[in-house]
């Protein structure tokens, strides 16, 4: 099994303080760029051919006896591939004041390609799976803090997963001419597909400011108490 699980985060907390002078912005991002490749198969060959014996009696009178032979071959390869993330960027029990903008941005673009194929020759069963799943938790937040910018203010939580999985199978059945033997191939592929993620930018419980320094005169000022 292949199973990547990761907690990412960029915050300010803690009762935190921050102040930027001369334009300068305030900037948290959090990304996630999670990989799984995997290719996996399963073959499986048997053999199906006839005995055969000569016995004499005389010199004019012989006997021909011919038998046959079974084989049985089975092959599984199963993979289980799994992505549980959390990707969070968050100012929280903090005061920021930012002359420039505040950003606080999260992005997730995970990935799993998944390949498998399955093979059986003569009288065999093959089979090939995967299982693929994706549940992460993406997340901006505000939450119980105090912000001002003397530009934007903006949360941002995208997700960009993407599951590529491919399944195949190849069966094929040899006998041998004059035999009784049987041959039969039998191959099966499957492939079982998830995304289950959240994503979500909030501000919760919060005092936020963006537009300008706070000047009653100017109407530049946008307050959020959530």
Known sequence: DNEISNSIESGIQNGSAITTTNGG????????????????????????????????????????????????????????????????????????????????NTSSTDTIQALTVAGAV????????????????????????TVTAGQAVSLTASDLATIQAASGEVALALARKGSSGTAIGLGASLAFNEIENTTRALVDHSIVSAGGAFDPADGTLLLFDV
């Open 25 to 104: 912005p305030v900037q948290l991002t959090a990304s996630d760029e999670s990989t799984i490749r995997v290719v996996a198969g399963s073959v499986a060959i048997a053999l199906v051919l006839p005995i055969s014996g000569t016995g004499g009696v005389t010199n004019t009178n012989s006997t021909t006896n011919t038998s046959s032979s079974g084989a049985v071959g089975v092959g599984i390869s199963i993979v289980n591939n799994d992505v549980a993330n959390a990707v969070r960027a968050f100012i929280e029990d903090s005061i920021v004041h930012a002359q420039g903008a505040v950003q606080v």
């Open 122 to 145: 003569a009288f065999t069963g093959a089979g090939a799976g995967s299982g693929n799943s994706i549940a992460n938790t993406q997340e901006a937040r505000i939450t119980r803090a």
